[in-house]
């Protein structure tokens, strides 16, 4: 349903999908029109979407309210996985996206760690030079059922893709942080992480990320320089090159 008056239209209605990563690829290259457009009524939306579907997952029933400013589309998001507020720049080359989200809770696909190669995309998503810079803070991450704690993440725009300056996990039973960049283009591209964790207990940590294990205690002290040859949402583990030091202390087996 679309209403107007003067200063404002209004959409309300329900969408049986929402493709998030196309349509962020359709507004970097055309979303700067409508800061160009100026005068017309402000755009507000009120809709539910049965599949949204965001780092390759799919969230069923979420309600999504967007407001239109001079400079932002403020978007606040409701469902049984996700909730929270973001923002994004009308211009997304000049203004990192921005999100807070109380709660996201995403699954691993199961492809993920397999031993089958994961081809690079070679769609505009898969070029890092057209990602927006990004500003997250998300109050209570949950991967696979299994809570991690709170997470924050900063990337910055740079000639040939993205900078991550700060990748921060503070949970319990694991701190993780991490910088690194995704560079290149859209026909070849290259993620590169230097990465600390520290872990109280790796027994714990490992059956909160859903591996079996009998090992108890034994905190973990590690770093490592990783690198795949694609974007950072294609990770898989066949991909995988680099290093890996770690001092692992007593535990118990049971």
Do not use: C
Not at 189 to 202: A, G
């Amino acid at each position: 349903k679309v209403s107007q008056n003067r200063s404002n239209l209004r959409i309300n209605g329900i969408i049986s999908k929402l493709n998030i990563g196309e349509w962020l690829s359709w507004f970097n290259e055309y979303g700067s029109n409508f800061a160009d457009m100026g005068g017309g009524p402000t755009l507000l939306a009120n809709v539910n979407v049965d599949k949204l579907i965001w780092l390759n997952n799919t969230f069923a029933n979420s309600e999504i309210n967007v407001k239109q400013t001079s400079k932002n589309w403020d978007v606040n998001i409701k469902s049984p996985n996700v909730t929270g507020w973001l923002s994004i720049p009308q211009n997304i080359k000049l203004q990192p996206l921005q999100a807070k989200l109380a709660k996201l809770q995403v699954t691993i696909p199961e492809d993920t760690a397999n031993s089958k190669t994961t081809l690079p995309n070679t769609n505009s998503n898969s070029d890092p030079r057209n990602a927006p810079a990004l500003d997250i803070q998300i109050d209570e991450l949950i991967i696979d059922q299994q809570s991690l704690g709170q997470m924050a993440l900063k990337a910055n725009q740079v000639a040939d893709g993205l900078q991550l300056t700060n990748l921060q996990l503070s949970g319990s039973v694991l701190n993780l942080h991490a910088t690194g960049d995704w560079l290149g283009n859209q026909l070849s591209s290259n993620t590169n992480l230097h990465v600390t964790i520290d872990s109280p207990d790796l027994g714990q940590t490992l059956r909160v990320l859903g591996f079996n294990s009998a090992l108890y205690k034994a905190p973990l002290q590690a770093q490592a320089d990783i690198n795949w040859p694609v974007a950072p949402y294609d990770f898989s583990l066949i991909q995988l090159n680099g290093s890996l030091s770690l001092q692992l202390g007593a535990g118990r087996v049971l």
